[in-house]
């Protein structure tokens, strides 16, 4: 079964085993042009684009979510980085989100009839990502934590944080979008997050600088990949 991954600029940009003998292509959906690559296992979208220079806010999930559906795709991994709203959950961590907050510009399918699709995460798809990361040694691990998605492409002010921390755990510009179109098309969704900095303001006296996070975020790649390679592995079996 081919299992779709939407991954960030810094899952795209390295040679990855997964991609390693990918070919190109771009998919025409009722909601835009999407480029992808694809192996016999895998269908994988970066989620800035082919020149990784789309900002967060001007991401077409409607577009990437109906390329799935299209392609008969029905297990998508979301792969994202996320801040820390927490001193227990360090740099460098996975976290596989239970939950997500986001409470303003989520796309709908539905702008033309009144649907409620209730949001939620695949439980079996995060129950694989749980396992796959604890069968390795050495990952630290957070099985469970709720994403609160904002708005970008700024980061959040140090107030934002201050409140947004009493509510979830990790914070990001991607998840919640694409798991609720996901769940409106039918389809199997779950995220797992590198967590590259803690949140402005978490720790006291630290400034965030963004072209550090891009840096981190690279750094929690090779964890990251054994994950993924071993999803797809046991969606083979």
Do not use: W
């Not at 991954?5 to 990918?22: H, N, R, Y």
């Not at 800035?48 to 559906?69: D, M, Q, S, V």
């Not at 797992?192 to 790649?221: C, F, P, Q, R």
């Amino acid at each position: 079964m081919t299992l779709g991954i939407i991954g960030g600029t810094s899952l795209f940009g390295t040679k990855t085993k997964f991609l390693g003998d990918a070919k190109e292509k771009e998919v025409e959906t009722k909601y835009g042009t999407v480029y992808l690559l694809f192996t016999a296992d895998v269908v994988f979208i970066p989620r800035h684009g082919k020149e990784r220079n789309i900002p967060p806010h001007r991401i077409n999930y409607k577009a990437h979510l109906a390329a799935f559906k299209d392609l008969g795709v029905e297990k998508i991994i979301g792969v994202t980085s996320a801040g820390s709203l927490k001193h227990d959950i360090k740099p460098r961590s996975l976290v596989v989100p239970h939950d997500y907050i986001s409470l303003c510009s989520i796309p709908t399918f539905y702008d033309d009839e009144i649907v409620h699709i209730t949001p939620g995460l695949d439980a079996g798809l995060r129950n694989t990502l749980i396992k796959v990361a604890k069968d390795f040694g050495g990952i630290e691990l957070i099985e469970k934590g709720v994403y609160f998605q904002t708005v970008g492409p700024r980061l959040e002010t140090r107030a934002e944080i201050n409140f947004i921390k009493n509510y979830a755990d990790v914070v990001g510009m991607n998840m919640a979008s694409e798991a609720t179109l996901a769940k409106e098309l039918g389809l199997r969704y779950a995220n797992i997050s590198t967590v590259e900095n803690y949140a402005h303001g978490i720790i006291a006296g630290e400034e965030l600088d963004y072209k550090k996070i891009v840096d981190a975020a690279s750094k929690s790649m090779k964890d990251l990949e054994k994950v993924l390679m071993k999803v797809i592995e046991g969606m083979n079996e």
